[in-house]
């Protein structure tokens, strides 16, 4: 192990009026899957992130060179940095309130630990359970994966900081071919263990959504009660949400949401949390990337706007405490983002919605919404799957359909129902939505 004191005391003694070291250790093991097991993968490394302080000036090198030279560079190459970089006005100190909050959970030793052979039996079963979901249905492409995160911090104010969390995934899509059409359906299952995964379940949903997407028909435009399946909203939450409640981008003067703490936003069926120190929630940890204790943070309540993120830095400069949402690579500065945002689950079936939607759409999924823009508010979503509902019974399927519209209005006057149907993804967690009269772009 890596002497961390003594390089943290040289940074020192070469000029840093403040340091902090940032040790990351990443052990990912994958298995790659067509219709078969085609490759199997295991990495490991370990990068050391490098920030120091003179004065007002900061600067930040990370290095995966480990050996006593590519350390004593980074060292030197973080204090040159340091010394030609302009003051930040804005600076007062790295994190001086280091600490953890106890978690249980969030590391599984036997995913620590998994090999390659360890994820065989989940793959074969995701793979041969396609077909119980529909016969005819082809595996396309997958991966079971597991992966382990350990993080040591320590700075000049105190440390060191030991956290480790472990994750467990899986993907499979398939396709269905008939008469010349072809109908394809993707899905995944994250979990804290690779032996909570539920290999047979998707593979099963996904043989049997292939099918039915089939006969999918484009779109007619139009005026839409449209439900968004809880992925998509896991999907779009992050994209539009995350970044606006972010400090820096309230600072920056980059977010819709400047000036509106205590304001009315969404829907008062609205409810979400960062789930910072919610071990039921991956994406969770004992303590930031700058050795602040996490905690969970009611971010919208009843659809009002409570606090927006912070890390050290953005809290001090607005005199504030920091919310313990420190995000970082090793090479880069930290910035304050969820940790896992968690919009709470109301108490709404999936067939409830369905039954209340006289002309509908249940969307399965959509790519795009990464392309929104989350400055304006304004969400731009590419329908790939979706269900069509008239007088509450689906009666088929249609892709290719665009969602664009304010996300604050579709998550407040337009929002009717919440689901109870929560599911957790890595980062975040949400159920379904029903919204009504949502224009919906199509052929």
């Known amino acids: ?19 902090e070291l940032y040790l990351v250790k990443s ?42 030279k590519g350390v004593e560079e980074a060292l030197s190459k973080a204090i040159a940095i340091a010394k030609t970089t302009p003051p930040d006005e804005h600076w007062v100190s790295f994190n001086k309130e280091i600490g953890f909050k106890p978690l249980n959970g969030v590391y599984d030793k036997g995913t620590a630990e998994a090999s390659a052979e360890d994820l065989v039996g989940v793959a074969e079963e995701l793979l041969n359970s396609v077909k119980e979901g529909f016969k005819e249905a082809i595996p396309v492409r997958g991966a079971v994966t597991t992966s382990t995160h350990e993080v040591i911090y320590l700075s000049s104010y105190d440390g060191p900081l030991k956290r480790a969390e472990t994750a467990a995934g899986l993907y499979i899509m398939a396709k269905v071919e008939e008469a010349g059409k072809v109908g ?33 028909t484009s779109l007619e435009t139009g005026d839409y009660d449209v439900i968004l399946h809880n992925d998509v909203v896991i999907a779009i939450l992050p994209v539009m949400l995350g970044p606006a409640v972010s400090a820096l981008n309230i600072q920056q003067g980059r977010s819709p949401l400047i000036g509106k703490k205590n304001v009315k936003i969404l829907s008062d069926l609205i409810t979400v949390v960062d789930g910072g120190a919610d071990s039921s929630l991956l994406g969770s940890k004992e303590f930031d990337d700058e050795g602040c204790a996490t905690n969970n943070t009611v ?58 939607s006289r002309k509908g759409l249940l969307v399965m999924s959509t790519i795009g919404e990464w392309l929104s823009n989350s400055i304006s508010g304004h969400l731009n979503a590419t329908i790939t799957h979706a269900y069509v509902i008239k007088e509450g019974e ?43 009269e949502v224009r919906v772009a199509g052929k």
């Not at 050391?48 to 050996?67: E, F, N, P």
């Not at 394809?184 to 039915?212: H, I, Q």
């Open 27 to 68: 052990r990912e093991v994958s298995l790659d899957l067509t219709q078969v097991i085609s490759k199997a993968r295991t990495s490991e490394v370990t990068s050391l992130g490098i920030r120091v302080a003179i004065g007002k000036s900061v600067a930040t090198v990370g290095t995966q060179d480990l050996s006593e």
């Open 299 to 356: 971010i919208v309540d009843k659809g009002v706007l409570k606090t927006y993120l912070y890390d050290s830095y953005t809290a001090y400069r607005e005199g504030v405490k920091s919310t313990g949402n420190a995000v970082r690579t090793y090479s880069a500065s930290p910035t304050p983002q969820p940790n896992h945002l968690h919009l709470r689950p109301g108490d709404s079936s999936l067939e409830e919605m369905i039954k209340e």
């Open 184 to 216: 394809t359906y993707g899905e995944r299952d994250v979990k804290r263990s690779f032996k909570d995964l539920e290999p047979r379940k998707v593979g099963v949903e996904v043989g049997s959504r292939a099918k039915d997407f089939v006969d999918a």
């Open 394 to 436: 689906v009666v088929g399927t249609v892709k290719n359909g665009v969602i664009s519209g304010n996300f604050y209005e579709l998550l407040n006057v337009k929002l009717a129902m919440v689901g109870k149907d929560l599911r957790i993804l890595y980062r975040a967690s949400a159920p379904s939505l029903m919204m009504r």
């Open 1 to 19: 192990m890596m002497d961390l004191e003594k390089i943290l005391n040289k940074l020192l003694s070469l000029g840093a009026s403040e340091a």
